[in-house]
């Protein structure tokens, strides 16, 4: 158990629709990373956030925004779904607070949200 | 970040050692080499990092090379449960983001 958790595990939805896919961070993590997964694609990174700022921009489209709460735990809206959409979405969480744990760059990463856009 | 070179797939007899390369010519002086990999659909896990030192934990040893241009990835006594797609990543340890490439498949076979 990597301590970060996603919800929901599976989402089916209708192209043009909106979803929203939780991340909540290892307990004291300060960053958030979200990637994309596509069937047999390789880890698309699309955002970073640390300590509620955006901190790195990947491959992120437009209809796709993010954010990360006072309480650390982040949001990944992904909007006018498409059939193209469909993935497993990862979050991951890293950098610990001052004094929680050592910071040894290492992510760790949630279990994924599947997203199926029919 | 640095980019990495890693051969697309690899297969191993299980109870031998797995030696996954991963080349990183243009590696930085304050960038550290990590390795990660990924079972199925699961989401990626942590397998061990380093500078310039060899590192050895629990699931592996990191060989990387004095010139760190290259490194070496060593499952000692390869698994069935050891196949997956294995990532060699190259990073600072501050907050930029971890890019990922397409990594080695690694197969080991009975």
């Known amino acids: 158990d990597s301590g970060v958790t996603q919800t929901p595990k599976h989402l089916i939805t209708a192209t043009g629709q909106r979803v929203t896919l939780r991340c909540s961070p290892r307990s004291g993590d300060l960053s958030v990373y979200w990637y994309q997964q596509s069937l047999d694609q390789g880890l698309q990174f699309l955002i970073q956030?640390?300590?509620?700022?955006?901190?790195a921009k990947g491959n992120i489209l437009e209809r796709f925004s993010a954010q990360q709460f006072p309480d650390l735990h982040s949001e990944l809206n992904l909007s006018s779904l498409e059939l193209g959409d469909s993935a497993l979405y990862f979050c991951?969480?890293?950098?610990?607070?001052?004094?929680?744990?050592?910071?040894?760059?290492?992510?760790?990463f949630g279990e994924g949200s599947r997203l199926t856009v029919l | 970040d640095a980019k990495t070179t890693q051969p697309p797939s690899m297969d191993c007899a299980e109870g031998r050692a797995a030696n996954l390369p991963c080349n990183h010519s243009t590696i930085s002086g304050n960038e550290y080499v990590y390795w990660y990999r990924q079972i199925h659909s699961q989401g990626p896990q942590y397998i061990i990092h380093?500078?310039?030192n060899n590192e050895t934990n629990e699931m592996a040893s990191l060989i990387i090379t004095e010139d760190r241009k290259s490194s070496t990835l060593i499952l000692p006594h390869a698994t069935l449960r050891d196949t997956a797609v294995y990532y060699c990543?190259?990073?600072?340890?501050?907050?930029?983001?971890?890019?990922f490439g397409a990594g080695t498949r690694l197969t080991v076979k009975p």
């Open positions: 380093g500078l310039k």
């Open positions: 991951a969480s890293s950098t610990p607070q001052r004094g929680v744990q050592l910071n040894t760059g290492e992510l760790f």
């Open positions: 956030y640390y300590n509620g700022e955006e901190r």
């Open positions: 990543i190259v990073r600072t340890y501050n907050n930029n983001d971890m890019r």
